[in-house]
C-alpha cells in the first residue's frame, strides 16, 4: 500500500511546512495543489519536499478532485493545511501499510481534535466529529458546494478510532475571518440558486439560533471562546436537501408535485425517483416492482421474522415489532446483497485495471477468495436448489435491456466456483438482486434498504397473526412450524 498525501492550499506560509512534514510520516509522497498563493507557500512546500501543482480556484469540491489527477499512488490521505496527524494515528496507518487489511476497505475515517487558539477545546461536538481522510481515489469522488465538501465512497469505509489534530484557529481575528469567508460563500451559493430570504425572517433566526448555541449549549461559559464557536456553529445551521421541497398546499419530490405523481407511477416508480433524483422508464420500473415482490416473505423462519413474531408475542406495539425485524437484517441475513455487490464490483475493476476479460478476472478473484478463505456472497441457499425467483429476476433484467456486465459476472462466478469447489452453488435471490442493482448504478450503501423495503409487509402480516391469533408470551419454535393457508393458488 502506497499513500500520496493530499493538501490544497493558498496562502498557508505559517502552517504548509510542519503539514508536509507531517504526511511524510507515514506518506510515500506529498502533493500540494495551490490556488495562488502569494506568499512562501511555494517555497516552503518544495523546501519540505512536497510536489507543487498550481490549479486555478473553482471550489473545493474541484480543487480535491484535481487532486486525484497529479498523484502517483491510489490511496490518497488528506489534509488541509491547519491539520496534523497525531502520533498514535501515525502508527496506526504505518501498520496498515505494513500488516494490510480487508481489500473491501476502500476508505477509512478518522477523528478530528480541534484546537481553539492553541488549545484542545473540550466540547464534544467538535471531539466526535469524523472525517474520511485516507481512500482509494478510484473508489472515490468529491462532492457538495462551496463549503464544507465531503468525499463519497464507493466501498466499505473502516473508522480508526485515532485524532486528527485541527488548528483552524489561530485567534479570534483569524476565527471572525474565516467565519465571514464562509458565510459570503453560503450566500453565494443561494444566490446562484434563486434563493431568497426578508429581514424579519434572518432576523428571528439569527436570535434564537444564537440563544441556543451560546445560552443553552453552555458556551458562554468558555468566554470569548465560546462566543466565537457559537458564532461559527450558526453559520453552520442552515442546510439543504435535493430531496423534497414543502410549502404550503405544495409538495414535491425531486421537483415533481406528489399529486402528479400519485395515480401517474407505481410505489416502486416514486421510490427509484426518490433515491435515485430521475424517474425511471416503464422497464425500470417494472424490474423495481419485480424485484421488491422477490423477497416480501420468506417463511417463518428468517430471523426478521422470528425477531418480529418474538417482540409481537410481549404485547409490545406495530412500530417496536417492525424495528426488531429491520434490526436483525444485518450482514448474514440481508446483507448478502451489499456483499454480493461489492463483490461484483471488485470483479470489474480488477477486470479494467488488468486489461483481462471479465471470465479471466472472475476465475483470479474466486481463487483468491478459496485460498484465502473468503467467502462470495449472492450463491447457494439452504432452502433452495434452484431458487424459482432468481430465474424470474434475471428474465426480468433481460426484458428491461439492464442485464450488463454485473449480470455476466453473476454467471461467470456460478461456474467459477463449481469447477472450483467442485460443487453447485447457484446464483441466489440476492446474487440476482445485487447484480439488477448494480446494473442500475445504485450504491451499495443502499442494498439493504432494498430488502428492508422489500420485506417489510411480510413482517406486517406475521406480527398482526402472531397478536391476533397466537398466546402471549408463548415459546416460538424455530422450525417447528406447519402452513394452514390457502392450498396453491395461480393468476389465470
Not at 517555497?43 to 498523484?71: D, I, M, P, S
Not at 466540547?123 to 485516507?134: G, W
Not at 397466537?470 to 393457508?485: A, E, Q, V
Request: hydrophobic share 35%.
Amino acid at each position: 500500500m502506497k499513500i500520496s498525501g493530499v493538501i490544497i492550499t493558498r496562502n498557508e506560509e505559517n502552517h504548509i511546512f510542519e503539514t508536509v512534514k507531517n504526511l511524510f510520516e507515514v506518506c510515500d509522497e506529498v502533493v500540494v495543489v495551490d490556488s495562488g498563493s502569494t506568499d512562501r507557500t511555494k517555497e516552503l512546500a518544495e523546501k519540505a519536499g512536497a510536489k507543487f501543482h498550481f490549479n486555478e480556484w473553482k471550489g473545493y469540491v474541484e480543487q480535491r478532485n484535481f487532486c486525484h489527477k497529479v498523484t502517483e499512488n491510489d490511496w490518497l490521505l488528506v489534509l488541509d493545511a491547519d491539520e496534523r496527524l497525531s502520533e498514535k494515528l501515525i502508527e496506526k496507518i504505518k501498520d496498515l501499510k505494513q500488516n494490510g487489511f480487508d481489500s473491501q476497505i476502500k476508505g477509512f475515517e478518522f477523528y478530528r481534535n480541534l484546537y481553539f487558539l492553541g488549545k484542545p477545546f473540550k466540547d464534544n461536538r467538535f471531539t466526535c466529529e469524523k472525517k474520511i481522510r485516507l481512500y482509494h481515489k478510484k473508489y472515490g469522488k468529491w462532492i457538495g458546494g462551496r463549503v464544507h465538501e465531503n468525499i463519497k465512497i464507493n466501498g466499505k469505509v473502516k473508522t480508526i478510532t485515532e485524532f486528527i489534530d485541527h488548528y483552524p484557529y489561530p485567534s479570534i481575528d483569524f476565527a471572525v475571518e474565516k467565519l465571514n469567508k464562509y458565510a459570503y460563500l453560503k450566500a453565494y451559493d443561494k444566490f446562484e440558486k434563486g434563493k431568497k430570504t426578508n429581514l424579519i425572517d434572518m432576523t428571528l433566526k439569527i436570535f434564537f439560533t444564537f440563544i441556543k448555541k451560546y445560552i443553552l449549549d453552555l458556551k458562554f461559559l468558555k468566554g470569548s471562546e465560546g462566543f466565537i464557536l457559537a458564532k461559527i456553529e450558526m453559520s453552520e445551521l442552515h442546510w439543504e436537501t435535493e430531496i423534497t421541497k414543502i410549502e404550503p398546499n405544495k409538495i414535491q419530490l425531486r421537483g415533481y408535485p406528489i399529486d402528479y405523481l400519485m395515480g401517474k407511477y407505481s410505489y416502486p416508480a416514486v421510490v427509484y425517483l426518490a433515491i435515485k433524483g430521475e424517474l425511471p422508464d416503464e422497464k425500470v420500473a417494472k424490474l423495481m416492482e419485480t424485484m421488491l415482490v422477490s423477497s416480501v416473505d420468506h417463511g417463518a423462519t428468517p430471523p426478521s421474522t422470528l425477531a418480529a413474531r418474538t417482540v409481537a408475542s410481549t404485547g409490545a406495539p406495530l412500530n417496536s415489532c417492525i424495528a426488531a425485524g429491520i434490526l436483525a437484517i444485518n450482514k448474514f441475513h440481508g446483507g448478502a446483497i451489499e456483499n454480493c455487490m461489492i463483490y461484483l464490483k471488485e470483479v470489474k475493476h480488477y477486470a479494467e485495471e488488468k486489461g483481462f476479460s471479465l471470465e479471466d478476472a472472475v476465475k483470479e478473484i474466486v481463487k483468491a477468495k478459496r485460498e484465502t478463505k473468503q467467502k462470495i456472497f449472492g450463491f447457494g441457499h439452504r432452502v433452495h436448489t434452484n431458487d424459482p425467483r432468481t430465474k424470474k429476476l434475471l428474465e426480468e433484467a433481460e426484458k428491461a435491456e439492464v442485464a450488463g456486465d454485473y449480470i455476466k459476472i453473476l454467471k461467470l462466478t456460478e461456474k467459477a466456483m463449481e469447477e472450483t469447489l467442485g460443487k453447485h452453488l447457484p446464483i441466489n435471490v440476492d446474487g440476482a438482486i445485487a447484480g439488477i442493482l448494480s446494473e442500475l448504478d445504485f450504491p451499495h450503501q443502499l442494498a439493504n434498504a432494498f430488502f428492508i423495503m422489500a420485506r417489510i409487509p411480510g413482517l406486517v402480516a406475521h406480527i398482526y397473526e402472531e397478536q391476533t391469533k397466537m398466546k402471549p408470551m408463548r415459546k416460538i419454535h424455530p422450525t417447528d412450524h406447519g402452513y394452514s393457508g390457502p392450498t396453491d393458488r395461480h393468476l389465470k
